[in-house]
């Protein structure tokens, strides 16, 4: 089992910036990726960005990127997602998970229960 808990949401105006962070603990593998998926209401969760267990490789949606940055802290067991220039569109859902290295939300395991963002006009 791995916990999974989100933080860094909240409002943010169009341009603004937001850092997300996710601490995981429990029986994590050096065999995870860790990843963060967005769901917007209607629509289905898709990719946002991952990284793999060693931070050797990393992927974008191409939505995001250049804007978008992920990083992670293997001491803290931590990944962030540093959000730049914020559209509204991308209001959502910001979850984390782990699982395999994919940009497919069904290669991940577990989940945390996300954190909201709100990016206004």
């Known amino acids: 089992q791995v916990q999974l808990v989100e933080s860094g949401g909240g409002l943010v105006q169009a341009g603004g910036s937001l850092r997300l962070s996710c601490i995981a603990s429990?029986?994590?593998?050096?065999?995870?990726?860790m990843g963060w998926f967005r769901q917007a209401p209607g629509k289905e969760r898709e990719i946002v960005s991952t990284i793999t267990w060693n931070g050797g490789y990393t992927a974008y949606a191409d939505s995001v990127r250049g804007r978008f940055t992920i990083s992670r802290d293997h001491a803290k067991n931590t990944v962030y997602l540093q959000m730049n220039s914020l559209k509204p569109e991308e209001t959502a859902v910001y979850s984390c998970a782990v699982g395999t290295y994919s940009v497919r939300p069904s290669d991940y395991t577990y989940w945390g229960q996300g954190t909201q963002v709100n990016v206004s006009s």
């Open positions: 429990g029986r994590t593998s050096s065999r995870f990726a």
